[in-house]
């Protein structure tokens, strides 16, 4: 509880209030306050510690005459990882790696630090949600009986700063960062102000000691526990696990990296023996029907580096007075958005029909490549027809109908050939112009229009 005089100070803006309150006056943020004055004291900052902060020297210098110095990697061995951090931990990085409960966040991070353990890098393990017990179980299932792992059963920020400090390894796991609380803040565990500051000591010590900085975050319906995305700003590289944690298949995508490059995936297959690469991914979002089904449409979408094939699902059925529009892994308002532009410009009514629409396998499709498909799936449903077996789509549809080209179009459509697909309809400029070994097999039909596309498939009934 308040004590007497006591001054609450909002960790956003800076601001102050004599009485705590939900929301901040001054930045009208949420659940900012917390209790102490804004004044530091003398030779320690506003909670008392005394870490070195971020840029101990602060000298102008122009920028031809600082030295840009390469960021020393460390590989972790696991490709599919290392693909997404760019290479490898970067020495005095700071990972936020996000995701739903149980999709594998410390099952991966524990066979990524035992596997740097192995090559001679210092480590620590921080776990806050499991003991210590629970973690050497599942270092002996993930066939680890000899793990070296150094593991510290705590959630105290300020025991974590003292382990850091002392033990100065190359690299610390901390499972997970909600767990953390530091008693120099009255609010509690897991709320939006400790996880922030929390992190922020974290990240301070992580550039002072260049020791790579792993952070768990579980993604939480809104609610008491502020999720990862509160520490997005403040870490280097932001990874979030997709995937329904009913099938075998994981993405871990870089949603930020200050070392690499963004939107690139990485695919695992969750085994006995824990996580697995699949460095050849471009198949595993398919459904297996024996026989094409009406509401179907596959797609090749481009994460990262690589074409990776998905099946884009839609069910459309007569619903009531307010039909519904449902998108699971695509975005809801494009959805409406294509649903418009469907009955304007291809004459195709959905008004009193409900829509739901699926990218298989919980992959989260953001690119507007996906138009097409989508749009061939609810108008396949609608007929109650199947398109041909062996059929790709892709290209951006505008609201004026156009067909627009998809980035790198041909090398969709060279892994759609590579996996033996028949038919595609694509944008105009994505058709290749001369003919092409890698292309054989695959008949292209170039449309400009999406009343082109929608002919070019009736002709194929
Ligand atoms: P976990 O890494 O504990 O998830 P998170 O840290 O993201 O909450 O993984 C949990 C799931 O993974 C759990 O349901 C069991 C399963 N699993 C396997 O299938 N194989 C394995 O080798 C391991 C260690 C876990
Ligand atoms: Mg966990």
């Known amino acids: 509880m308040a004590k007497d005089k ?7 803006c800076g601001g102050t209030s004599a009485r705590w309150m939900g929301k901040c006056p001054s930045c009208n943020a949420w659940n900012t306050l917390i209790e102490g004055s804004s004044e530091p004291a003398a030779g320690k900052n506003r909670f008392g510690s005394v870490h070195a902060s971020l840029a101990p020297t602060s000298e102008v210098l122009p920028l031809a005459q600082i030295e840009a110095a390469d960021f020393e990697r460390h590989p972790t061995g696991i490709d599919e990882l290392d693909r997404v951090l760019g290479g490898g931990m970067v020495e005095g990085g700071v990972v936020l790696i ?9 099952t991966l991070l524990l066979q ?7 090559s001679g890098m210092p480590t620590l393990y921080v776990t806050g949600e499991e003991s210590g017990a629970q973690v050497a179980m599942r270092s002996r299932r993930l066939g680890l009986p000899d793990s070296q792992v150094p593991v510290l059963p705590e959630i105290q920020l300020e025991k974590i700063l003292h382990t850091l400090q002392s033990r100065q390894p190359g690299i610390a796991i901390i499972d997970s960062i909600q767990t953390v609380y530091s008693d120099q803040l009255t609010s509690a565990p897991g709320s939006v102000a400790q996880v922030r500051e929390c992190a922020a000591h974290l990240t301070r010590t992580a550039k002072s000691t260049g020791t790579t900085i792993v952070l768990v975050g579980h993604v939480t319906k809104e609610g008491a526990l502020a999720g990862p995305r509160v520490l997005e700003h403040m870490v280097d590289t932001v990874l979030y696990f997709e995937g329904d944690t009913h099938s075998n298949f994981r ?3 870089a949603i930020k990296n200050r070392f690499g490059a963004v939107n690139e995936i990485g695919v695992f297959a969750m085994t006995e023996k824990g996580l697995k690469g699949v460095s050849n991914p ?3 979002f398919l459904s297996q029907h024996a026989e094409p089904v009406p509401g179907s449409c596959v797609m090749v979408t481009l994460e990262g580096t690589r074409p990776l094939l998905v099946e884009i699902q839609a069910l459309v059925d007569s619903g009531g007075p307010s039909p519904r529009r449902l998108s699971v892994g695509l975005d809801r308002d494009r959805l409406a958005m294509l649903l418009a532009v469907l009955h304007r410009h291809a004459g195709v009514a959905c008004m009193d029909q409900d829509v739901f629409v699926n990218a298989v396998g919980g992959v989260r499709i953001s690119e507007p490549a996906a138009d097409l498909a989508v749009m061939l799936a609810i108008t396949s449903s609608l007929r109650g027809k199947a398109l041909p077996k062996g059929f790709i789509a892709f290209g951006e549809v505008g609201l004026a109908g156009e067909v627009r080209p998809a980035p790198r179009g041909q090398d969709r459509l060279k892994e759609a050939a590579k996996l033996g697909f028949k038919v595609a309809v694509v944008p105009k400029a994505n058709a290749p112009k001369k003919n092409d070994k890698a292309f054989e097999g695959l008949t292209i039909y170039p449309v400009d229009r999406i009343e082109e596309a929608m002919q070019v498939v009736r002709g194929l009934d």
Do not use: H
């Open 6 to 12: 006591s001054i609450f100070t909002c960790t956003e």
């Open 98 to 106: 996000g995701g739903d409960p149980g999709i594998g966040k410390s």
């Open 112 to 118: 990524a630090v035992d596997a740097l353990q192995r």
């Open 251 to 253: 993405l871990i995508r």
């Open 282 to 284: 471009s198949a595993i």
